[in-house]
């Protein structure tokens, strides 16, 4: 389970109002999904979790707290096409590089919320609005999560397309079909 006061840095962040249709990775224990049910409903929210016994467990506990959003065992950095497009989609997994479906299946002008690994330990959670086909953002808080099953051996941070300068320097991330790429933002 995410820490309460992190999950809510995070709601904050999404931005989301009613009606949002929204695909969550990392369901967890369900508890941030039954809060992201509240707000959106149950209906339009689909959440992911690769772990099959979690993903059993936190239906079960959503079914009896009345709430039945879509719950899918499997790999969020695969999406999940069927309920495409989503105006949110919301990691609560670190994520060093973005799925490409993420970006195939977010509407345009949809936010991407996800921690972003860095080298200075901790995470960015980044804040990316999508303008097909990539989409851009900047970090809004420091956070730390664990990292998506997919994405955990050490790579070196180069790959990432995160230049030189220290942790400090505002900046701003695109990601597309090309890659992601990082650089400063005017001060
Ligand atoms: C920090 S926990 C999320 C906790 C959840 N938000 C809650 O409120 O209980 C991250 C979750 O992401 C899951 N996860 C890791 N990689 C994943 C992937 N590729 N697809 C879906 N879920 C993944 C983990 O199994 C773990 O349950």
């Known amino acids: 389970m995410s820490c309460p006061a992190v999950v809510i840095e995070l709601l904050r962040h ?3 109002g009613p009606g949002h249709r929204v695909l969550e990775i990392g369901t967890g224990t369900g508890y941030t999904t039954a809060l992201l049910a509240q707000r959106t409903g149950a209906a ?22 009345d709430l039945a959003p879509c719950v899918v065992a499997g790999d969020g950095e695969l999406g999940h096409p069927a309920r495409a497009p989503y105006d949110r989609i919301l990691c609560t ?7 490409a479906a993420w970006l195939r299946q977010i509407r345009p002008g949809g936010i991407i919320l996800r921690p972003f ?4 330990g901790y ?8 303008d097909h086909p990539a989409a851009t953002g900047e ?4 956070v730390t999560f664990m990292k998506l099953r997919g994405q955990r051996p050490p790579r070196p941070y180069a790959e990432l397309g995160r230049p030189a300068w220290t942790a400090w320097h505002p900046h701003r991330v695109t990601a597309g079909p090309s890659g992601q790429h990082i650089r400063q933002a005017a001060r």
Do not use: C, Q, W
Request: charged share 25%; proline share 8%; hydrophobic share 50%.
């Open 44 to 65: 339009r929210l689909t959440t992911m979790e690769i772990d099959p016994g979690l993903a059993r467990d936190a239906a079960a506990r959503l079914r009896a707290a």
């Open 93 to 99: 997994a670190a994520v060093r590089s973005i799925p």
């Open 139 to 142: 970090p809004a808080a420091m």
């Open 117 to 120: 690994d860095t080298p200075f």
């Open 123 to 130: 995470d960015e959670l980044l804040k990316l609005t999508a």
């Open 14 to 16: 999404l931005d989301l």
